[in-house]
Every structure is written in C-alpha cells, then in structure tokens.
C-alpha cells in the first residue's frame, strides 16, 4: 500500500523527456531553486512566510508577498523588524533536526548528483553552502571567481549572509530587475539560460517571482529560445498547462526531491555513478573498523611489541578515510565512480573482518 504521508504523496510518477536526460547526462542542465525546496517546503514549518507576514500586518486584504513587505517596511524601524522576522525563521527552522531536515531534504539529495554542478536561486537561507559547500555569488565583483567554484551558486535575491543584499520589497524588486538587466550578475545568468537547460525546482508555474524572473530573462531571445522545465506537483490545471506552453516549458508534475532520485537512478543504472547507499556501508564498516583497532590497541604493549605500531597505524588511517568519506558526503568528492572501489574494499572487510587468528592482526587490503 502507498504511503500517503505529506512527503510521498507529492512523490507523482512522470514521463522524463528523452531531450532533458541527454542535457543532464551531457552536464548542461542547471538547477533552478525556489524556497519551496527548503523553508518554504511541507514540514519545514507550521506556517509559510506568508502567513507569518500576514499575521505581523494584521490585515486581512488579500495582499501579494511583496505588498505585505511593504506594509512592514512602511513601519517605524520596517525593515529591521522584516530582517528579524528572516532570522527568526531560519534559527527556528535550524534549531529543530526534524524540521532542518525538511529543509535540507532536497539539498541532501542533490548533493550526489555530481552532474549538477551550477545552481541559480532566489532563496536567502544558506542550505546550498552548508549542506553542498556551494560557492555562493551575490555581488558582481564575486564573478571574478566564478572559474574556482566547483559548485557556483547565484544567489539573485540576495543572502541571509550579507542583509543588506535581501530582495523582499516593491523597491528591492525594482532595483533587482534593475541589476539583473544591467549588471554582470544578470549577464551570467542570460548566459546560462542561452547555452543550458535550465531547471525550475520550488515554484509554482503561477508564481509571480518566477514568472518574473523568467520573462525578463527570455525576453530578448525570441524564437532562439531553449527549452526549459519546470518540476512541481501542483501543475495539473488547463490554466497552468497553458502558460507553460506559451513560456516554452515543459512541466513534471512531481516532487522536486523524487525528481532528482529518479535522475540519479538513471545515471547510477548507466554510468555507474555510486548508489547513496554506499555511504551506509562505509558507516557500518567505519563502526566495525573502530571496534577492531580499540580491541587491537589493548591487546599489546608497545613496549613488548613495538613492530605492531605499523598495524596500528595502518587502522588508523583507514579510519580517518572513512571518516571523511561520511564528512564530506554531500560535498560532491565522492559521488562518481571511486566510491564504488571503496564500496568494494569496505564490503569485503565487512565479510572477513581483521585476520583474528594471527598475531599480527592487519585489516585486508
């Protein structure tokens, strides 16, 4: 029976277009990322930013996201009130492991996924860095640093980290645009919807943020426009369908997060990328690698024995090997093909363990 759970009941099977597969698997494919991939997504938190919003105003028009930012900025001290409204938000979030979780849900499962490599987003919180040590970009002068990134992040609405960079108002709209429209920031960003395939994850295919940002973009492109996608579970409606095809996007009803499992399916299945189980393995064989080496150390003087330093150190080693294997899991180091030579050795200690029956117990190569 189905689990019908507020996770996998978004969980939609979908037709995945022969024509995105080859742009993923060629590395041409871009990610996306609005807030409904990480605060904003179910179980994150009890209400949405919105409803916070409207609760602060305490008016019961029906306004748009950036409206009720003006309302609260129009207050004495405005937008250190909406800042604090921001931080608490996140610090509540990130002080919870189940709803950080939620949160990170999505940027946990891309994180494997090595074919992914440059991110765009509107989202203010720091997921991306901290989860898959991304390198943001939010200023134009950060561009000059865009080749170092392995994982580039354009944060086109700004960043929690820098305050004065958030875009949430009329005004900061306007002057977004404005960037975007002139700026180095909004050049690279028609770079990349020139020459990839850009995938829109945690928005709705009425979201005027959205909407926005791509009008402006596509704009200038006419007929030369690429296609692009957009993956949601809520584009079901005639309405929705059209304005897509009139955007030239081709939308997949489903779960952002199950999107990208069946992407990494496809890859692990054809190119032998490694199965995230393997990092299961490598917790359980760090967890029996650990109990051999405390077992080992209190079995010998070094005194009376010093030669079995060399196997002692030769545990050691292997431990912190696996130690950061687990570390760095999310950060892309080892999602390709080598984990799978350590999926190998760690399955083989797993079976046969350390040579008990001999004295100088070594772990096997």
């Given at each position: ?23 993923i ?11 409904g991939?990480?605060t904003?997504t179910s ?6 930013f ?5 609760n ?12 009720l930012?003006?309302k ?13 409204l ?21 940027h ?14 509107t989202n203010w ?6 989860v898959m ?6 200023y ?41 429209t002139h700026?180095?920031?909004g ?18 295919a ?6 926005n ?14 296609r ?17 095809q ?11 997060t ?8 496809h ?9 995230d ?8 064989a760090?967890?029996g ?12 003087s ?8 060399f ?49 100088y ?5």
């Open positions: 029976m189905k689990c019908e759970c507020a996770i996998c009941a978004l969980k939609i099977e979908f037709d995945l277009p022969s024509h995105l597969v080859e742009e698997e060629s590395g041409r494919a871009v990610i996306f990322a609005g807030a991939i990480s904003e179980g994150a938190h009890q209400n949405s919105y409803e916070e919003l409207e602060a105003v305490d008016e019961g028009a029906d306004l748009s996201f950036c409206e930012v003006d609260i900025e129009g207050s004495p001290n405005g937008r250190q009130k909406l800042i604090d921001i931080r608490f938000r996140f610090d509540y979030i990130d002080s919870w492991r189940d709803l950080r979780e939620a949160a990170t849900r999505f946990k499962s891309l994180s494997t996924a090595p074919y992914f490599q440059t991110i765009i987003t919180d720091r997921y991306f860095e901290d040590r991304a390198t943001p970009f939010v134009d002068s950060d561009l000059a640093f865009w080749e170092n990134a392995d994982r580039p992040l354009l944060k086109i609405h700004g960043s929690i980290d820098n305050l004065s960079t958030i875009v949430a108002s009329s005004a900061d709209y306007r002057e977004c645009e404005e960037r975007l700026g180095r920031l050049d690279v960003l028609r770079l990349i919807f020139a020459t990839k395939t850009v995938i829109f994850v945690g928005y709705s009425t979201d005027s943020d959205f909407l940002i791509y009008k402006n973009v596509m704009g200038s492109m006419g007929k030369f426009a690429r692009h996608y957009l993956v949601s579970p809520f584009v079901e409606s005639d309405k929705v369908e059209a304005l897509i009139e955007l030239n996007i081709h939308a997949m009803c489903t779960d952002a199950h999107f990208v499992e069946v992407i990494k399916a890859m692990q299945q054809k190119f032998c990328f490694a199965y189980e393997a990092y299961d393995d490598i917790l359980e760090l967890a690698v650990t109990a051999e080496h405390l077992a080992f150390t209190k079995s010998y070094v005194f009376d024995e010093p030669h079995l330093i196997a002692t150190a030769y545990q050691d080693g292997l431990i912190h090997c696996f130690q950061r294997i687990l570390d760095r899991r999310y950060t892309n180091d080892f999602a390709g093909e080598i984990i799978l030579v350590w999926t190998n050795c760690l399955c083989y200690i797993m079976r046969h363990g350390t040579q008990r029956h001999h004295r117990r070594t772990l096997p190569h």
